[in-house]
């Protein structure tokens, strides 16, 4: 695992950013990787696309996770320059009728590790499995090589508040999923999908050692407020630590 992620995991601060696994924009993944690299980020997660991450590497020294449903492309992505890789998530995909099943999962994850054995490779759990099979599926990938587990959830919940409680209840799947998987497995979990400044301190109370956000900074329409998103996703982590180790 590249160093700075390796530490960053230990501390459990860890934050990426997410362009999306289907946004080959560059433009509007340029500005998200700048946020990014400005507000603090720990690492950024773009598609799997070589141009892509050729044009990344050119504006953040962060490293560059990237994502795809296709281990093929994984092979590419590497040989331009991608630190490590993740499996999904799928949350782009659930709009267009499109399921991920946990044999699919853990598939995708054998044939992914059989074509890159060393490269650090992060594996999304399908939020539509039950809670129990997500954690059975998150040991299964362990043991098929994942280094690390991710969870989403946030496209399958509907808040029905306004505010705060809006925002529990948006991230109320993905934090259980964290919560149930970072006690059966002993790589470290990214909590993802759905999760916000208000929401960021209970996933790492619930277990996990990060999370991922991608909406709540790509989808700001300029760089001023991407970059104070990202930092107060940072200094919610901050916090957490803080409150964590007693200062």
Known sequence: ?????????????????????????????????????????????????????????????????????????????????????????????????????????LTLTQQTRSLLPDITLSVTVPHILTLDRQVELAQELVQAGADIIQTEGGTSSQPRSAGTLGLIEKAAPTLAAASEISRAVSVPVLCASGLSSVTVPMAIAAGAAGVGVGSAVNQLDNEVAMVAAVRSLVEALATVNLTRIGV
């Open 1 to 105: 695992m590249h160093p700075k992620l390796q530490k960053a995991f230990e501390h459990r601060q860890v934050l990426k950013v997410i362009s999306g696994l289907n946004n080959f924009d560059s433009q509007r993944v340029s500005a998200t990787v700048k946020a990014a690299d400005r507000g603090g980020a720990t690492f950024v997660d773009i598609a799997a696309d070589p141009d892509l991450i050729r044009l990344v590497k050119g504006l953040t020294n962060l490293p560059i996770c990237v994502s795809a449903v296709e281990p093929q492309r994984f092979v590419n992505a590497v040989e331009a320059g991608a630190d490590l890789i993740e499996i999904g998530n799928f949350d782009s995909f659930y709009a267009q009728g499109r399921r991920f099943e946990a044999a699919e999962v």
